[in-house]
T-cell receptor
Framework: GQQLNQSPQSMFIQEGEDVSMNCTSSSIFNTWLWYKQDPGEGPVLLIALYKAGELTSNGRLTAQFGITRKDSFLNISASIPSDVGIYFCAGQSDTGNQFYFGTGTSLTVIP | ETGVTQSPTHLIKTRGQQVTLRCSSQSGHNTVSWYQQALGQGPQFIFQYYREEENGRGNFPPRFSGLQFPNYSSELNVNALELDDSALYLC?????????????FGQGTRLTVV
């Protein structure tokens, strides 16, 4: 199946720092979603992107739909301890119904 | 709070048994997808139901089956359980919006096969 490469795999940052992570695929997608997942819980939708080049913010979070439609980026500004968790990207093509998920980025924020 | 609820939250089954997991979709959402998430990995698509019909399937064997009901709630059934079926099973409720699709997940069912 489709494989999404997400990087970095893990991050350890100081509280207040900014965070950047990205997701790339070998196929073109028409939808990118970004999720945060806490241990033992379901993923929570953070941001949805539908157009190439689109830049969307949700509070301290900003995500972009890459121009090539094969990548997406998520930035978190001024990180706080509750940002800790695993962040997943998910992409959907216009030829299928499923979302393909990345491998996840584990974020640790050090107070 | 997504409005997507799954039951049960945890389950322990013996190899060879059968299991049924349930999902209530968010109000107004007519599409339900099921995903399997192994420890340390991203969710993997099992199948999707739209208007009570299967509408796409991932790379899972036929012993994984499902149903969707007129109220859009759904069940995932797994027969002849194997140890590797131990995972977090996630239900996602979605609908097509102008421009694209948003998918909202329930809290998941943790299945342990022993």
């Amino acid at each position: 199946g489709q494989q999404l490469n997400q990087s970095p795999q893990s991050m350890f940052i100081q509280e207040g720092e900014d965070v950047s992570m990205n997701c790339t695929s070998s196929s073109i997608f028409n939808t990118w979603l970004w999720y945060k997942q806490d241990p033992g819980e379901g993923p929570v939708l953070l941001i949805a992107l539908y157009k190439a080049g689109e830049l969307t913010s949700n509070g301290r979070l900003t995500a972009q739909f890459g121009i090539t439609r094969k990548d997406s980026f998520l930035n978190i500004s001024a990180s706080i301890p509750s940002d800790v968790g695993i962040y997943f990207c998910a992409g959907q093509s216009d030829t299928g119904n499923q979302f393909y998920f990345g491998t996840g980025t584990s974020l640790t924020v050090i107070p | 709070e997504t409005g997507v609820t799954q039951s049960p939250t945890h389950l322990i089954k013996t190899r060879g048994q059968q299991v049924t997991l349930r999902c209530s979709s968010q109000s107004g959402h007519n599409t339900v997808s099921w995903y399997q998430q192994a420890l340390g990995q991203g969710p993997q698509f099992i199948f999707q139901y739209y208007r009570e019909e299967e509408n796409g399937r991932g790379n899972f064997p036929p012993r994984f089956s499902g149903l969707q009901f007129p109220n859009y709630s759904s069940e995932l059934n797994v027969n002849a359980l194997e140890l590797d079926d131990s995972a977090l099973y996630l239900c996602a409720s979605s609908t097509y919006l102008t421009g694209g699709t948003e998918a909202f997940f329930g809290q998941g069912t943790r299945l342990t096969v022993v």
